[in-house]
């Protein structure tokens, strides 16, 4: 089923099937509120807020309306929400970008040399380290295009901006880690880690 089809089952007094959306979409908003809590060393609240960010869902489920947003974008919307309000609260003034526990590491091949591996480890953390110096809105947009491989559109629902505005962060955002990694790396080195965030 689709999640519209599975909206509308909700919808109807089919509530059991609530589940089904959590379990496609519960891996992914988890990632991207640990994302948005780990500098602030409130990552062992991820899991509450991903909760509250369904529980908030469900409530609302019946004005969800489709014409307006997909579901994941209406959910991404939801938990960038709560974290920001959480954060609000004077427990944190930042976000972060970190991978851990994502998959998002490199992984060594059997024939990788130990060094070559070290040395890709530590570019992709450098690279996390730069995203982490961005202003919120453009790590935001970031995370959202670079991990989540959201299109221009479904970032702008959920940062409550234009298209061009999100165009315009990403161009700053990127603009912003390539000069902050330049230095160490070189120009070909920090396309090629922007690449390895995708795989």
Avoid at 139 to 157: C, F, K, M, P, T
Avoid at 159 to 171: A, H
Wanted: proline share 2%; net charge negative; aromatic share 8%.
């Amino acid at each position: 089923m689709t999640d519209s089809q599975l909206i509308r089952e909700i919808k109807d007094g089919n509530v059991e099937l609530y589940s089904e959306l959590m379990r496609r979409y519960q891996r992914k908003i988890l990632a991207f509120i640990f994302h948005m809590l780990k500098s602030s060393k409130m990552e062992l609240l991820a899991e509450d807020l991903c909760s509250e960010t369904f529980y908030k869902a469900y409530r609302s489920l019946h004005s969800f309306r489709e014409m307006d947003a997909t579901f994941s974008t209406w959910l991404y919307t939801i938990a960038r929400n709560t974290v920001l309000s959480e954060l609000r609260k004077g427990k944190a003034a930042s976000v972060s970008l970190d991978d851990e526990g994502l998959g998002l590491e490199p992984v060594a091949s059997a024939e990788a040399a130990p060094e070559q591996q070290l040395l890709k480890n530590e570019r992709m953390a450098m690279v996390r380290d730069a995203i982490n110096n961005l202003p919120e809105k453009q790590r935001s947009a970031l995370i959202l295009r670079e991990y989540d491989q959201l299109d221009y559109q479904e970032i702008a629902n959920i940062l409550g901006q234009t298209v061009s505005s999100v165009k315009s962060l990403l161009f700053r955002a990127r603009a912003s880690v390539k000069s902050q990694l330049e230095p160490y790396f070189g120009q070909m080195q920090v396309t090629e880690s922007f690449e390895r965030m995708n795989t």
